[in-house]
């Protein structure tokens, strides 16, 4: 089968000790993902690492894509692909096993994670432990894996930048988290409103009650003088607001699960043809985007 024949593809990596921090930094990542999702597809490329959920953005629902640069996690690593000009690798996996199996690393000398097929694809993570004798201690994690085969590939391209109303840059997210977790408790869904002069409410109204919360001065993202891009924000009235109502349980899964400590989040909202809510964030090893579609406001 096509699967299994992939399923040779060769994939070592090892985390060493001369670089503190950097299985729990991988941790965090596959933390915060594992909150945000029960199974992903990981794509392995030479010089990048890819996480991808791929459901369909509609009727409430999220995709992600989450992209780390190998050589800020890995001391080395090795791969090689069904060929020279198909040089990834693709697997269907549940971040929550992998999560589990980094939770023993932190305090590791190593970390070897390879492809293997032990009755079926496997990763299999090998922690070597500090021992105070002279042997070493090894524990082993197998994870199954699912290989995906070649035809669908495509399935899992990064998501387009698609035209937007209003991007604005996120409030502390801790304290974005706080405040969403109270208005969880009143509501199923929340409104999301933000103009180009970097202010931003989130809002729910039910016939019992109305709650707002105001952001000023968060700052918008120069994004057409950066990446030359042109969007519908281009000619807006700076003081009009663009607004998303979405399911407020998605956002506070997202804002619950963060423990990558981004440098800087944003958020970008498109309420007219697209009708969806995108959530980008930075940090100096990974790029996280989250997309979740809106749902329709009274």
Known sequence: MAGQAE???CLAKRLA???????????????TISKLTKTCTLRLTVCKLYF??????????????????????????????????????????????????????????????????????CLRVAVELPSLSSSSRIVT???????IPRRIWNDFREPTMPDFDVSIYLPVLKIMKSV??????????????????GEMNLKIETDLVSVTTHFKDLGNP?????????????????ESMAEACIDIKKLQQLLAGQQVNP?????????????????RQ?????????????????
């Open 180 to 197: 969403v977790e109270r208005m969880k408790n009143l509501s199923n869904f929340i409104v999301i409103e933000a103009n180009l002069s």
């Open 7 to 9: 399923g040779r593809q």
């Open 263 to 279: 440098t800087k989040a944003l958020c970008n909202i498109m309420q007219r043809v697209k009708r969806r809510l995108k959530e």
């Open 17 to 31: 000790s001369t670089f503190p921090g950097k299985g729990e930094r991988k941790g965090g990542v596959i933390n």
């Open 222 to 238: 120069p994004w057409a003088s950066e990446e030359g891009c042109q969007s519908s924000a281009q000619g807006r009235n700076l």
């Open 52 to 121: 991808i959920l791929s459901d369909k953005v509609a009727n409430g629902g999220a995709s992600m894509w989450c992209e780390l640069c190998q050589g800020n996690f890995f001391d080395e690593f090795q791969m090689e692909g069904v060929a020279a000009e198909h040089n990834e690798i693709y697997l269907e996996l549940v971040p929550e096993n992998l999560s589990r199996a980094l939770k023993t690393a932190h305090s590791a000398k190593a970390v070897k994670i390879k492809l293997t097929n032990k009755h079926c694809p």
């Open 141 to 147: 994690h197998d994870i199954p894996v699912g290989v």
């Open 282 to 298: 930075w940090s100096g090893d990974l790029t996280l985007l989250y997309l979740l579609s809106l749902l329709p406001s009274d």
